[in-house]
């Protein structure tokens, strides 16, 4: 494909959102690891600016300590934590935000010169502004769920941190996908409607098992049933529906259970449509991210149940939490690449 910038096509756009989603690849990644070394609540005020300067002398790490003293995850989880201790889970938190206020300049101030030069493709401008806007709300969400841990709580709500996760994820996807129309420019759709069917289907349940594997985290159900393939010996382990619907949120077995389910649903899936993909012989390179996307469900597949059996280590859970970013990114392509492919047959020897 001719990469040579035109109206329709910006090599140089294609690269600066590439360099975004890896840097929203990154804060996946810094997230992960700030969730399971509890670091998460460390810094219990939102700042957008100032909070940017961490704290300078020990007059302001005895103030952010202090603050952190006054929640419930110290009281009751952390009693007794020294200030060095402290620093530990901080940097973690703070690094996460401020990879939040990174991804927000690198994706800003080279929108508004892409603009300004009119190097954004017509078709895209919206679609970056909308990604800004989400870049913006993912901030505020963050704080969002970093407050349901302050009050009543010693860790955040799990549906809160499914959200933060989600919409992360979502610009992740976004990204790739738009990363991908300033490569290559627009082309009308010419795959059979059954196969761009099938890659949207696979996006979504990857897109789905990621939200089911953030109520696994936030509600810490990898710690619980940590056996496979049973559930402490059962299918499904008795469920509390005292708390009706929000079972489907809090309660540990629902939700690793829901987690597991739809796992085997989405490995079949990929599965299938890599070996119909194999059959069907696509063209131009569609053949190989069904393969792609097969292989790399599987490998996430086999780092679950790991995760899981071995309790989830800090560094199991990393990798698990970076699979499915992984996962997603390829699921994205795949489509992509399907809605403006067409596939040839081959039969008896022949290409039809």
Not at 290 to 313: F, R, S
């Amino acid at each position: 494909m001719n990469r040579i910038h035109t109206p329709d096509r910006a090599p140089a756009v294609a690269i600066w959102l590439a360099s975004v989603a890896a840097l929203v690849f990154v804060m996946v990644v810094v997230g992960g690891i700030t969730r399971l070394t509890g670091s998460g609540l460390s810094i219990t005020e939102w700042q957008p600016i100032m909070g940017a300067v961490p704290p300078l002398n020990e007059a302001d790490w005895a103030e952010a300590f202090a603050k952190y003293q006054a929640i419930p995850q110290y009281q009751q989880v952390n009693a007794g934590m020294t200030l060095g201790e402290f620093k530990g889970i901080f940097w973690w938190e703070w690094i996460h935000r401020q990879l939040g206020r990174l991804i927000g300049a690198a994706f800003a101030l080279p929108f508004l010169v892409f603009l300004v030069l009119r190097m954004v493709p017509r078709r895209l401008v919206w679609r970056c502004a909308l990604l800004l806007a989400l870049g913006g709300l993912q901030g505020a969400i963050g704080w969002w769920m970093v407050s349901s841990g302050l009050s009543e709580r010693v860790d955040v709500a799990p549906e809160r941190l499914t959200v933060h996760l989600g919409l992360a994820l979502a610009i992740f996807a976004g990204l790739i996908w738009t990363a991908l129309e300033a490569a290559f420019g627009e082309e009308a759709s010419r795959s059979p409607v059954g196969w761009s069917r099938g890659a949207a289907l696979l996006l979504g349940l990857v897109y789905l098992q990621c939200l089911l594997g953030g109520l696994v985290a936030g509600a810490k159900a990898g710690l619980i049933y940590t056996d496979w393939p049973l559930m402490n010996g059962q299918v499904l382990p008795p469920v509390d529906w005292s708390a009706g619907g929000m079972a489907f949120l809090h309660d540990h077995g629902l939700v690793q259970f829901n987690h597991r389910i739809t796992a085997y649903v989405l490995f079949g899936a990929a599965v299938v449509y890599a070996v119909q993909a194999w059959r069907a012989r696509l063209a131009e390179g569609l053949g190989a991210w069904a393969y792609a996307l097969a292989g790399v469900v599987t490998l996430q597949a086999v780092l679950g149940i790991a995760t899981l059996m071995h309790a989830v280590p800090i560094g199991l859970g990393v990798l698990h939490q970076a699979g499915a970013a992984i996962v997603l990114g390829v699921a994205t392509a795949n489509l992509w690449m399907v809605r403006r492919s067409q596939p040839r047959l081959f039969r008896a020897g022949r290409r039809l």
